[in-house]
């Protein structure tokens, strides 16, 4: 039974598409997180929602926009792709985050983004 | 703003050595502290945590210490295995929210 899973595990598009990932926990957890790791392996967190609601925001273009169906789940749209955004996209999930404090967090296998 | 370094980049062992990672961080005003690997290709696998009230933690050949006011974490290996290559990544979590990554070290453990 996997903890948080991620669709696609691959996805390779071209310049200018829209695409999404999915992300699903069955944890429990309230608190969903979106990091991106580019080519040097650098994790960078993105996005963190609590209970449906968006609690971080990280200088991320607007064309990354997090959507959160039910606190199970929590997806990454991206329009207008570009170069840049090729990178492994991880979600991860942990149990609250109690007055803005992050607990244990468990990540998902990533998606491997090729933008070309 | 948190910065989180780790050193060194890279570490190369015989099997059965003893090993220590290095994490250091500027922002002392810490909740808790995260140990992760990753092996290639995969995610992120959780080790230890470390809250802020804690000195170290244990799991197996693993130990995890913590200096919050001098900035520090260092990860213990006991009895290195070839099975413990991979990427090793701290991860530290401010009262506000936020978890800021270090680069990892990059180990290998040579039969």
């Known amino acids: 039974d996997t903890a948080v899973s991620q669709t696609p595990k691959y996805l390779v598009t071209q310049m200018g598409n829209d695409k999404s990932i999915k992300c699903e926990q069955n944890?429990?957890?309230?608190?969903m997180y979106w990091y991106k790791q580019d080519s040097k392996k650098f994790l960078k967190i993105m996005f963190s929602y609590n209970n449906k609601e968006l609690i971080i925001n990280e200088t991320v273009p607007n064309r990354f926009s997090p959507k959160s169906p039910d606190k199970a789940h929590l997806n990454l749209h991206i329009n207008s792709l570009e170069l840049g955004d090729s990178a492994v996209y991880f979600c991860?999930?942990?149990?609250?985050?109690?007055?803005?404090?992050?607990?244990?967090?468990?990540f998902g296998p990533g998606t491997r983004l090729t933008v070309t | 703003k948190q910065e989180v370094t780790q050193i060194p980049a890279a570490l190369s062992v015989p099997e059965g050595e003893n090993l220590v990672l290095n994490c250091s961080f500027t922002?002392?005003?810490?909740?808790?502290l995260q140990w992760f690997r990753q092996d290639p290709g995969k995610g992120l696998t959780s080790l230890l945590l470390i809250q802020s009230s804690q000195r170290e933690q244990t799991s197996g050949r693993l130990n995890a210490s913590l200096d919050k006011s001098s900035g520090r974490s260092t990860l213990y290996i006991a009895a290195s295995q070839p099975g413990d290559s991979a990427t090793y990544l701290c991860?530290?979590?401010?009262?506000?929210?936020?978890?800021?990554f270090g680069d990892g070290t990059t180990l290998t453990v040579k039969p």
């Open positions: 922002d002392s005003a810490i909740y808790n």
């Open positions: 991860a530290v979590n401010t009262n506000a929210g936020k978890s800021t």
């Open positions: 944890l429990g957890h309230d608190t």
């Open positions: 991860a999930s942990s149990q609250g985050h109690s007055g803005g404090r992050i607990y244990e967090q468990y």
